[in-house]
């Protein structure tokens, strides 16, 4: 196999991707002989390649502690990584080691191997860091914001925070990201589930998870994705939406997935604040509910505000009850965005109401639209 691999592997080579799968159907060998080979493998790339600048090393069903220890050597012999993506579990001197990776821009790492109760003891610092994507348990993530020195650091994202603990946790992380990175300008969060808490267990009572981040105002895209689950983490609302619009008016991206199960947590007067305030919101992904009784039609037709061009892209997560209100929701919405095309949620799975909601975006794509002044 090694002598395949020096074809291959070259001084040439600036972008290096290794899966290793130890699953019988892939290959017959002794674990000690495989990490043994996957040592030997590394080896070869560090000697034929030392200008690498991107490195992804994902591991399926083989335990990560022995990529661990040999990441020292992995940094010492590549010092021109510029982007990193490691899809195993880490430790967390992991975050040393690879303070050496001073071209280091771009981060993905699961930060899960130390266990739930680790956290940072030392200042670790990145001056090139631009993006990171990073996962693994609550403690040990506020932990890294409060001890990380990375000025360039403009995009966070949180694909995986680990389950089980209390909601105030997972507010403190995300305050202790804003107080670190003011001029943070994307933000993602995977909500974790069985999260406990006051916030939770009153059912619909507004979240302040993310009131810190509402100091970032230079804040261009923020994204929070709930589990498909019978009692969803993180359910926003109309507040928490109007507070996010007058906090970040330079948005240029939304998206809210909360994953419902009966019914939309924003309404669609909750929209409102979106198109008055984020001028530049090219970008959105909710959903909203018509339960509410709509009272008033002149609130819809005569909202007062002046529409918002920039919006083009509108991914409708869902929308509950519109039945008879289907012309006014349409044209309240094409009076807030009237260059946005709708499409259903991209996930959304086959079924009756996903056909409903595909077919509401058809009929609103198709209304007249109010001539460009």
């Not at 999260?195 to 009131?211: A, D, E, K, Y």
């Not at 809210?256 to 992904?285: K, Q």
Request: charged share 20%; net charge neutral.
């Amino acid at each position: 196999m090694l002598t395949q691999v020096r074809r291959i592997v070259s001084d040439s080579l600036r972008s290096f991707r290794l899966v290793l799968d130890i699953r019988p159907a892939y290959i017959q060998l002794p674990y000690s002989e495989f990490t043994e080979a996957t040592s030997q493998f590394l080896d070869l790339v560090i000697a034929r390649a030392p200008q690498l600048t991107k490195l992804a090393v994902s591991m399926i069903s083989i335990r990560p502690e022995s990529f661990n220890d040999y990441l020292p050597t992995l940094v010492e012999g590549l010092p021109c990584i510029a982007e990193v993506d490691f899809r195993l579990a880490m430790r967390l001197d992991a975050l040393t080691a690879m303070q050496s990776w001073i071209c280091l821009q771009k981060l993905r790492i699961d930060l899960d191997l130390d266990g739930h109760g680790a956290t940072l003891k030392e200042v670790i610092s990145f001056p090139a860091l631009k993006s990171l994507s990073i996962s693994g348990w609550p403690w040990t993530l506020v932990s890294v914001f409060q001890m990380m020195q990375a000025p360039a650091l403009r995009e966070v994202a949180f694909p995986a925070v680990r389950p089980g603990a209390r909601i105030e946790i997972y507010e403190e992380l995300v305050t202790a990201v804003a107080r670190s990175f003011p001029l943070l300008a994307s933000f993602d969060m995977s909500a974790p589930t069985h999260v406990t808490g006051p916030q939770i267990l009153s059912g619909r009572q507004h979240i302040t998870v993310f009131n810190g981040l509402l100091q970032v105002r230079h804040l261009q895209h923020f994204g929070l994705r709930n589990t498909l689950h019978p009692f969803p983490s993180l359910l926003l609302d109309d507040q928490n939406l109007a507070q996010f619009a007058t906090a970040w008016t330079s948005l240029r991206s939304l998206d809210l997935r909360m994953r419902y199960i009966s019914s939309a947590t924003f309404t669609l007067l909750g929209l409102l604040p979106l198109a008055r305030h984020c001028r530049e919101l090219h970008t959105l992904c909710i959903g909203f509910s018509m339960d509410e009784y709509l009272g008033d039609i002149d609130r819809y037709r005569n909202h007062g505000c002046p529409p918002a061009p920039a919006l083009r892209a509108f991914e409708l997560e869902g929308i509950t009850n519109v039945g008879n209100y289907r012309r006014i929701v349409a044209e309240f919405i094409i009076s807030l965005w009237p260059n946005a095309v709708l499409r259903p949620e991209e996930t959304m799975p086959v079924s009756p109401s996903a056909s409903s909601l595909a077919a509401f975006c058809e009929y609103c794509n198709a209304r007249p639209r109010p001539m460009p002044q």
